[in-house]
């Protein structure tokens, strides 16, 4: 078992990222404690493209995009070993502006985390953080919800609560809230697992219509989700109770010829 | 059939009971409460009028008004509030929000605040005494009253302000620190106002104690009667004025109508304190 992870996880070894790589991730590890969460993860982030990280639960996914903003660091016994280099710079090196990572690289998680205020307030929340000026706002506000496609829903109770829209609603808004400070790159984890298959469209089709300007990054469960909208995919896999990425490719040729045995498995949803 | 109908049966005896004692215990409950607010305003209603509220104190409290008492009260009210609050609040703050990394620290001060909320009141008048009057000089003062009486009121009111930032979602301190919020404008923006209840519900407990509080002033703010000219002035607080009125004769119509200002205080400042930090604090948050 152990012998098929080193081979597996060997088999994702990158060359040293190259200046314009937009995403580099080398040799990453995550672990909690003494518990190792992710192993040597080898793995380039393309510009514009939507990549998808499939795989059975518990098998790092998360952890994984935490390392990506450095949100890792809020969590009590996380350690992050390796490198991960974006737009050339080691964002795990000394003298980082997390603040400025995190405006850079924006994220939406897997329930709807709204602050509880108006839904203007949580548009103008990181704008003000961020140094907007004032007569602004309101500009990039309209901007953002136009972009998610909520402006004709709330344009006129804006001033009402976020906690008052309906569950897709508020997940496009969290999406809008983190386009406001124009990130390059978008995390989602698993932003459609507690929504009904509505919302869950109007989100995908929201994703399709983002590719190209932003990069996103998306964890899901959803195989065929995954399918639809990733132009590359990563799989991550348990070996000894730590994960690592198996595979990882554009999307059409993992969905279609997968090479690890356990991607074939997994795929055709015989393991996982 | 004839089975489940005797389960039935038996299922409706046992539900009959639990109401029963239900209702039973919360009516015993309100019927305390309604008897004791009762005979304070049988007694002490007729007392009340205008000159009660704004004479100054004759004869020890048997005739005349309660005006330098009021004064006095408010004056300690306002020297505990004014060393509590800050000082609460920040402790409350690092308990709830910096002590993650940290959690022996947390433990410590946390056990140390449980210790001290259930040490009785004589003692911290004890203390107070001691302390504040006699070793940093400040003598029978109000200046000294307030602050022990703050050292008696900041144990229960860190650990409810604590309690209400501890039941802000965590939710909202990740998405904040994922938009690249720092934790200073997460705590003013939205974990305070979003504890507000628990700010609010801290801070009626505490005044609550204050005011109720007559024990550990006896040793620190002084029993003097008339009007405090200064902090450092002696001055009687209301509390203290009653358990002073049924030790003299003749001296109950007085203490019963100043048991009715004492209650209506507590309730008018409770509901002002809650209304403050409802609005003021919390008024940046919407609950649904």
């Known amino acids: 078992m152990s012998d098929c992870c080193f081979e597996a996880c060997q088999s994702q070894r990158l060359p040293d990222p190259e200046d314009e790589t937009f995403l580099a991730v080398r040799n990453l590890s995550v672990h909690y404690g003494a518990k190792v969460a992710l192993e040597s993860v080898d793995i380039d982030i393309q510009r514009g493209r939507v990549t998808a990280l499939i795989g059975p639960s518990g098998c790092g996914k998360t952890s994984f995009l935490f390392t990506l903003n450095r949100l890792s660091d809020l969590i009590p016994g996380c350690g992050v070993g390796g490198r991960v280099r974006f737009e050339g710079t080691e964002i795990y090196s000394d003298g980082v502006d997390i603040g400025l990572l995190r405006a850079n690289i924006g994220m939406v998680f897997q329930k709807p985390n709204l602050f509880p205020v108006s839904i203007r307030k949580n548009l103008y929340l990181p704008l003000r953080e961020h140094g907007c000026p004032v007569n602004q706002l309101d500009r990039r506000s309209e901007e953002v919800l136009r972009e998610v496609g909520l402006w004709s829903e709330v344009s006129d109770r804006l001033d009402a609560s976020a906690h008052s829209l309906s569950g897709g609603q508020q997940q496009r808004l969290c999406i809008a809230r983190a386009l406001t400070l124009r990130p390059k790159l978008l995390l989602m984890d698993e932003p459609c697992s507690s929504l009904d298959p509505m919302a869950t469209d109007v989100i995908e089709r929201l994703i399709l219509k983002m590719r190209g300007e932003y990069s996103i990054v998306i964890v899901t469960h959803n195989l065929a989700q995954a399918q639809r909208i990733a132009d590359d995919v990563a799989v991550f896999w348990c070996h000894d109770e730590s994960g690592c990425v198996i595979e990882s490719g554009h999307a059409e040729a993992v969905f279609r010829a997968p090479k690890q045995p356990d991607t074939v498995a997994y795929l055709a949803g015989q393991r996982g | ?247 003299v004769t003749g001296g109950r119509p007085n203490a019963y109508a100043s048991g009715v200002v004492l209650v209506a205080l507590l309730l008018v400042i409770n509901l002002l304190a809650s209304w403050t930090v409802e609005h003021i604090v919390g008024g940046r948050v919407q609950r649904v």
């Open chain 2, 1 to 247: 059939m004839s089975r489940s109908t005797s389960r039935g049966a038996r299922a409706k005896v046992a539900d009959g009971l639990v109401q029963a004692l239900v209702w039973g215990t919360a009516g015993t409950v309100s019927a305390v409460f309604l008897c004791l607010v009762g005979d304070l305003l049988w007694h002490g209603l007729a007392g009340i009028d205008l000159d009660f509220l704004t004479q100054g104190v004759e004869r020890t409290g048997r005739a005349g008004g309660i005006f330098p008492i009021l004064v006095s009260t408010f004056l300690i009210l306002a020297v505990c509030l004014a060393v509590s609050i800050p000082i609460g609040l920040l402790t409350a703050i690092l308990l709830s929000e910096f002590s993650r990394r940290n959690p022996t620290l947390s433990r410590l001060v946390g056990a140390s605040l449980d210790v001290l909320a259930g040490v009785p009141s004589i003692v911290f008048g004890l203390f107070g005494n001691a302390f504040f009057c006699i070793a940093l000089g400040m003598g029978f003062s109000i200046l000294s009253g307030g602050l022990t009486l703050s050292c008696m009121v900041l144990p229960i009111f860190i650990r409810s302000v604590e309690l209400g930032l501890r039941a802000v979602p965590s939710d909202y301190r990740l998405a904040g620190a994922a938009l690249g919020m720092s934790h200073t404008s997460m705590l003013l923006k939205i974990l305070l106002p979003a504890g507000a209840p628990g700010i609010a519900a801290g801070l009626m407990l505490g005044v609550g104690r204050a005011l109720a509080e007559t024990a550990a002033l006896m040793f620190t703010s002084g029993y003097a009667d008339r009007m405090p000219s200064s902090l450092m002035d002696s001055g009687r607080a209301l509390s203290l004025h009653i358990y002073d009125l049924t030790q």
